[in-house]
């Protein structure tokens, strides 16, 4: 029996381990947290059963445990989760020993590479894109799941009795090094600008990372605005289809679509109108010309298109509405984990705004962010790790209009105070950093924001 370790005990490497043990190989499941902070993560009887289910499928699962590639018995293949960094001793030692490494999302892909994949990646916009684009294939009549950095692990679908019709993957840069052979039918790059690079050292080893997943796809489509792109790739990449929300003569090649008098336009035929989307920002638009492309080279007709634009809500945790307390509006953008997000969602909205920001600080340039501050936000509430560097940070640009308060309990009151105080519109949380000081993950942070915000404006709506 062919012997298989899989390292990450998340939902990918949960599918993982259960698609292989189906196919008949012997699997071990490890992971290096302890039983104790895996069960913190979930509620312990959810934790306990996932546990017991495992060992019920015959997974062997060790916790606490750091995997190495020693001893005699060692495992014919190795799948690492998306969170494994993918130059780990282990895994450098585990190649030089010939042993076949790869990610989850290689392992599906080998699978599913009979179905047509839609493979989305980039620094910001690829969550909101990818849920655009499994909206309108749906839409379309197609068995069409969002899988990868959102909703299903890719594996889930490769264990699913009914295989899709296409496969809408959000795909980051640590799920593509991790690949060799994942080629997509489509292959979008939403947006490029300095993230990771503890991870993968320097801004070209990222761009070329991102770059695999685009030269491995039939069809290309670029954001045609985003600076480093419109730079950096048409030389790569000639025969790709670039967007623009600044109309047709913003565009790099003919094969394009474009924002004209309100209308999405693919090749000189009006697609969709721009008003039927709900979500603000310039960006959003952006996002839509993507997925109005990914649908078009898809062969998808326009009313499809068309229908699921208007009904699509928007994705959770992105600028997304929460409640409106006496005229101010509450919106939630925990999903912006880093300086440009950060700035594309100050950004969206009205000023003058109260900016809830903070958390696990990353490495990149914050002069974007900073400007955008000093222009819109009438004040600026720092929670978690970063927020005595981020205190500094605004003392250095001259900026005052701040305070710590450590934590989202204290900053949703404090910001419906200072709105009120300064006749803001909106109270925005937009961190700027990633959750992990604080909370789980950027969700669990903007779920926490929304219930605080909903608490607030019940116990405050008889005043």
Request: net charge negative; with cysteine; aromatic share 8%.
């Amino acid at each position: 029996m062919p012997n298989a370790h899989i390292i990450g005990l998340g939902r990918s490497g949960i599918a993982a381990a259960r698609l292989l043990k189906r196919e008949g190989w012997d699997v071990t499941l490890s992971d290096s947290a302890s039983a104790e902070s895996l069960a913190s993560r979930h509620t312990s009887e959810i934790f306990q059963q996932q546990q017991q289910q495992l060992t019920d499928n015959g997974i062997t699962v060790k916790l606490g445990y750091s995997f190495t590639p020693e001893g005699e018995d060692l495992p014919q293949l190795i799948v690492v989760s998306p969170g494994v960094p993918w130059d780990i001793p282990a895994l450098l030692r585990a190649r030089e020993l010939g042993i076949e490494t790869i990610g989850e999302i290689e392992l599906a892909w080998r699978r599913l590479q009979t179905c047509p994949w839609v493979g989305i990646t980039g620094t910001n916009g690829k969550t909101t894109t990818t849920a655009l684009i499994a909206a309108i294939f749906q839409a379309a009549g197609f068995n069409a799941p969002a899988c990868g950095n959102i909703g299903y692990a890719a594996c889930e679908l490769a264990l699913s009795e009914t295989p899709p019709d296409w496969v809408i993957a959000e795909i980051s840069s640590y799920q593509i090094e991790s690949s060799r052979l994942l080629a997509p039918r489509i292959g979008v790059w939403t947006t490029f600008t300095p993230d990771h690079l503890s991870r993968h050292k320097t801004l070209e080893n990222y761009f070329n990372i991102k770059a695999k997943l685009l030269n491995q796809s039939q069809f290309q489509v670029f954001n045609g605005d985003d600076p480093y792109l419109r730079e950096n790739a048409p030389d790569r990449f000639a025969n790709a289809y670039w967007t623009s929300v600044k109309g047709k003569a913003e565009l790099i090649a003919d094969r394009g679509f474009y924002i004209e008098d309100g209308w999405v336009v693919d090749r000189g035929d009006r697609i969709v109108e721009t008003s039927s989307l709900k979500m603000v920002g310039e960006h959003n638009l952006q996002n839509l010309l993507m997925a109005v492309a990914a649908a078009r080279l898809a062969g998808i007709e326009k009313n499809a298109i068309a229908q699921a634009i208007a009904n699509f809500p928007g994705v959770p945790h992105r600028l997304e509405h929460i409640c409106t307390w006496q005229g101010i509006d509450f919106i939630n953008d925990s999903k912006a984990t880093n300086y440009d997000a950060a700035e594309v969602g100050l950004n969206s909205v009205n000023a003058p705004a109260i900016l809830i920001a903070g958390g696990e600080a990353k490495a990149g340039d914050d002069t974007g962010w900073m400007n955008k501050i000093q222009a819109k936000a009438a004040a600026v509430l720092l929670i978690g790790d970063a927020a005595p560097a981020f205190a500094k940070r605004l003392e250095e640009i001259g900026y005052s209009h701040y305070q710590i308060v450590e934590t989202m309990a204290r900053a949703v009151p404090r910001a419906a105070e200072l709105a009120k105080q300064h006749q803001a519109k909106v109270v925005l949380l937009s961190p700027a950093c990633a959750s992990f000081d604080q909370y789980q993950n950027f969700e669990q942070r903007g779920d926490d924001f929304r219930h605080l915000c909903l608490e607030f404006q019940e116990r405050n709506s008889a005043d």
